[in-house]
C-alpha cells in the first residue's frame, strides 16, 4: 500500500459531461502529481501541485483543471468530456516540491467514456 | 525537453533466468535521477530502483540491478533469477527535480 488513496476507482460517463477525480497524499507529502495513462500508453504528465500551489504543468488541456486544498488532498476536474479522455488517471505523492524523491502512486481512477 | 526512450517495446525470459531491459534519455542537465517502475497487471506503479546522476556507483535492490552509463545517458534494469511475479510493464523515468518524465514502457513476460 503506498499510502496514496484515489477515489473514484472506476468512472463510467457520457461525452460531454464533468467528473472529479479525487486524491489524497502519503501522510506528509507535500506535492501532489497527476498523470494520464491511455490504453497501452506510457504517463503523461498533466499537473503538479506543492502545498497548494501549482509547480509544474505538462500536456494537460484546457478542459482539464486541478487544485490542492490546504488539506493537501487534490482534485482533477475532467470538462466536457470526449471519447479520448477515456484513460486511467494517477495521482501521485512525494514529500518534497522536487522530482528528486520518488514519487508514490495512487491505484489510479479508470475513467471509461461512452 | 527531456525525453526519455525504452526500444524494446516487449521482452520475455524464462523463470530463473537473466533479462536486461534497454532504457536511454536525452538531458541536457548534468544532476538528475533516473528510476524504473514496475506496473503489473493490477495497474499499480510500484517503484523498482532509483539511481542519482552524480552517483557512480549502479544501484542495486535484492534480484534488480542497474547499468548506468552517465556518458551515454543509457540506464539499463538487470533482473536476475526472474520470477513469474516479475511479469509486468516496466517504465524507466527521469527527472531533473521537476517532473518525472516516463518511457513508453517494456511488457516482460516471465515464461515457467
Known amino acids: 500500500d503506498s499510502g496514496v488513496t484515489q477515489t473514484p476507482k472506476h468512472l463510467i460517463t457520457a461525452t460531454g459531461q464533468r467528473v472529479t477525480l479525487r486524491c489524497s497524499p502519503r501522510?506528509?507529502?507535500?506535492?501532489v502529481y497527476w498523470y494520464q495513462q491511455s490504453l497501452d500508453q506510457g504517463l503523461q504528465f498533466l499537473i503538479q501541485y506543492y502545498n497548494g500551489e501549482e509547480r509544474a504543468k505538462g500536456n494537460i488541456l484546457e478542459r482539464f483543471s486541478a487544485q490542492q486544498f490546504p488539506d493537501l488532498h487534490s482534485e482533477l476536474n475532467l470538462s466536457s468530456l470526449e471519447l479520448g479522455d477515456s484513460a486511467l488517471y494517477f495521482c501521485?505523492?512525494?514529500?518534497?516540491?522536487?522530482?528528486?524523491?520518488?514519487?508514490?502512486f495512487g491505484n489510479g481512477t479508470r475513467l471509461t467514456v461512452t | 525537453a527531456q525525453t526519455v526512450t525504452q526500444s524494446q517495446p516487449e521482452m520475455s525470459v524464462q523463470e530463473a533466468e537473466t533479462v536486461t531491459l534497454s532504457c536511454t534519455y536525452d538531458?541536457?542537465?548534468?544532476?538528475?535521477?533516473l528510476f524504473w517502475y514496475k506496473q503489473p497487471p493490477s495497474r499499480q506503479m510500484i517503484l523498482v530502483i532509483r539511481q542519482e546522476a552524480y552517483k557512480q556507483q549502479n544501484a542495486t535492490e535484492n534480484r534488480f540491478s542497474v547499468n548506468f552509463q552517465k556518458a551515454a545517458k543509457s540506464f539499463s534494469l538487470k533482473i536476475s533469477d526472474s520470477q513469474l511475479g516479475d511479469a509486468a510493464m516496466y517504465f524507466c523515468a527521469y527527472s531533473n527535480g521537476n517532473k518525472l518524465v516516463f518511457g513508453a514502457g517494456t511488457i516482460l513476460r516471465v515464461k515457467s
Open positions: 538531458t541536457s542537465e548534468s544532476d538528475y535521477y
Open positions: 501522510s506528509g507529502d507535500l506535492s
Open positions: 501521485a505523492s512525494s514529500p518534497g516540491g522536487t522530482g528528486i524523491s520518488p514519487l508514490h
